[in-house]
């Protein structure tokens, strides 16, 4: 095992503003550790000039298209990050009523507001058409009767994109791959056609155009080159029949760097290429959902180390963050690197170790094996690439409360979403009539 020189997040530098000044790990120009002090650990913590960058580098990427970026709320629903990204002329895809609400508070405009997902409930479909979204992504025939049916009843007309399952392989994790005839998503591409006629006979359904979405964390560009073609070749086949497709969704899905030893993902001037040569000149309004790939570098979990336990045969770093602050690691085997937030001195030694949280299960564990620099109790460690699919994935297991978001700005922080108290927490509950309270 080499020397750490240091625990340098320099192959980050280009991608996201967490850096070390004189030893110390900052977001922007905020020190971690001050933030600790201040908010208590484990927290979220956001850089707006990653925010701000990635989604300027992934416009830049697409000058010249006629597309449109609709943020995908998912990766991460803070408000304060929506509407950091709203500032800069994002809209919004939406997959819940909450995310819905979430999007119209945080200030995007309905005109701006794509509504994907397979099972969208009646009450979803009323308020979407309520506030006369851009468009819902439809999925299914009976999704489109019920849209229909709801439509006519409230006397408004449904705009709708049928997403389509082009039938390929993502090549990512097999829980985050949505393209394959095998999974739940979008309606075969092959019996699209029958849909469109089928829709087109529908009360109150106006299909505007195609989405798709072929998965997450896609780190090769084949995959997306040979679904934009399938698209393509039914935005000209339905033109034939006279359907006139004028928008395209091609979802999100570009993935980014979690290990700074693993091959760099594509760049968004390439994927935005792939876009170019395959529907560049079909002369319809693009859009795009990308999530992960806006926030995922802009965010770190900081965690306190509890205690060091030296096991029979290993070395465990307990943080005080755990599985359900951060699902990640254990629901995907993902990678997340730990940054020490006070840099070792240079050429010290690193010791492998297993990282883990406080959950009473194994799979509690963000990292196993990994070579860190030597901590001791109390030290904080960042969990960085958190920012996408990690706050908005935790749960209160173990009864622990939700972890508090932080967004820094310059020298500027401020707590987004505070952690809940235990009093908040248990007044959610109630007991049944039959016992007698305590
Ligand atoms: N559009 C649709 C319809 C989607 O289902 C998704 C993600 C996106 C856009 C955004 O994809 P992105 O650009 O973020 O890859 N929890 C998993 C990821 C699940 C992704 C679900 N859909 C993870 O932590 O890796």
């Not at 925010?51 to 304060?80: C, D, S, W």
């Not at 007309?157 to 999974?183: F, Y």
């Not at 679904?227 to 393509?232: P, W």
């Not at 006139?244 to 091959?263: E, F, K, Q, S």
């Amino acid at each position: 095992m080499g020397e750490i020189s240091p625990p340098s997040p320099q192959r980050f530098e280009p991608m996201h503003h967490f850096t070390y000044h004189d030893g110390i790990l900052h977001a922007e120009d905020v020190s971690l550790p001050r933030l600790a002090d201040e908010v208590g650990t484990p927290f979220y913590c956001y850089a707006t000039a990653t925010l701000e960058r990635h989604y300027q580098v992934f416009t830049a990427a697409l000058a010249g298209l006629p597309a449109h970026i609709h943020y995908a709320v998912k990766a991460n629903a803070n408000m304060a990050v929506v509407r950091t990204l709203a500032d800069l002329g994002a809209g919004a895809d939406v997959v819940s009523e909450g995310e819905l609400r979430l999007a119209l508070a945080a200030g995007i405009s309905p005109k701006r507001i794509v509504f994907s997902g397979v099972g969208k409930t009646a009450a979803e479909i009323t308020l979407a058409l309520d506030h006369d979204i851009l468009q819902l992504n439809v999925e299914s025939e009976p999704e489109l009767e019920a849209i229909s049916r709801i439509a006519v009843a409230s006397g408004r007309v449904a705009r709708v994109a049928l997403r389509v399952n082009p039938d390929i392989d993502a090549s990512t994790h097999h829980k985050i791959t949505t393209g394959r005839k095998e999974n739940k998503f979008g309606i075969a591409w092959t019996q699209a056609p029958a849909v469109f006629r089928y829709a087109a006979g529908l009360p109150c359904i106006e299909v505007v155009g195609l989405a798709t979405h072929i998965g997450s964390q896609i780190t090769d560009l084949h995959p997306f080159r040979d679904a934009f073609r399938r698209v393509r070749s039914l935005v000209f086949q339905l033109r034939t029949e006279n359907f006139p497709i004028r928008r395209i969704d091609l979802g999100g899905g570009l993935g980014v760097p979690y290990d700074n030893d693993a091959a760099l993902p594509p760049q968004p001037a390439a994927y935005a290429a792939v876009i170019r040569e395959t529907l560049g000149d079909c002369g319809c309004e693009i859009l795009l959902e990308p999530g992960r790939l806006i926030v995922a570098n802009a965010g770190m979990l900081v965690t306190r180390v509890l205690y060091v336990k030296e096991g029979a045969s290993r070395t465990f770093v307990i943080v005080d963050a755990a599985m359900n602050d951060l699902v990640r690691p254990t629901l995907y085997d993902a990678f997340h690197a730990i940054l020490p937030v006070v840099a070792p001195p240079p050429h010290t030694a690193p010791r492998v170790v297993d990282v883990v949280g406080p959950v009473c299960e194994t799979g509690d564990t963000f990292a196993t094996q990994r070579p860190l620099p030597p901590v001791r109790a109390g030290a904080l460690l960042a969990l960085a690439s958190a920012g996408a699919y990690g706050a908005v994935m935790a749960s209160s297991y173990n009864l622990r409360p939700l972890v508090p978001e932080v967004i820094v700005k310059g020298g500027r922080f401020a707590v987004v979403r505070r952690r809940p108290s235990y009093a908040e927490m248990l007044a959610l509950e109630s007991l049944p009539p039959w016992l007698t309270p305590p």
